[in-house]
Nanobody, 123 residues
Framework: QVQLVESGGGLVQAGGSLRLSCVASGRTFGDYAMGWFRQAPGREREFVAA????????YFADSVKGRFTISRDNAKNSVFLQMNSLKPEDTAVYYCAASENYSGSALSKYDNWGQGTQVTVSS
């Protein structure tokens, strides 16, 4: 129903910034909330941030609150994750996900996932 493609990952020094983008395509008839998750090697996927379809509500994991910002541009079917003050602990594959019925931190509520983009933060 919806295809998600992430981009913007890469290698950055600690303290630097990256902006991840997620573009949705395909036939979508409902309203989708969007979330960002990440998964480090050997770790389970964890919640990072989420935003309601209109952008009126946002949610952040404690580990990124104050450093990351989530936003969306519905006219472009895009969601962004601005990552500032990056730390080595932020190194992971970052995934965007879409949910038609839910916005928040619950991984199981998201049914559509992108392929992921690698973020590596060096010391």
């Amino acid at each position: 129903q919806v295809q998600l493609v992430e981009s913007g990952g890469g290698l950055v020094q600690a303290g630097g910034s990256l902006r991840l983008s997620c573009v949705a395509s395909g036939r979508t008839f409902g309203d989708y909330a969007m979330g960002w998750f990440r998964q480090a090697p050997g770790r389970e996927r964890e919640f990072v941030a989420a935003i309601s379809w209109t952008g009126s509500l946002t949610y952040f994991a404690d580990s990124v609150k104050g450093r990351f910002t989530i936003s969306r541009d519905n006219a472009k079917n895009s969601v962004f994750l601005q990552m500032n003050s990056l730390k080595p602990e932020d190194t992971a594959v970052y995934y965007c996900a879409a949910s038609e019925n839910y916005s928040g931190s619950a991984l199981s509520k998201y049914d559509n996932w992108g392929q992921g983009t690698q973020v590596t933060v060096s010391s």
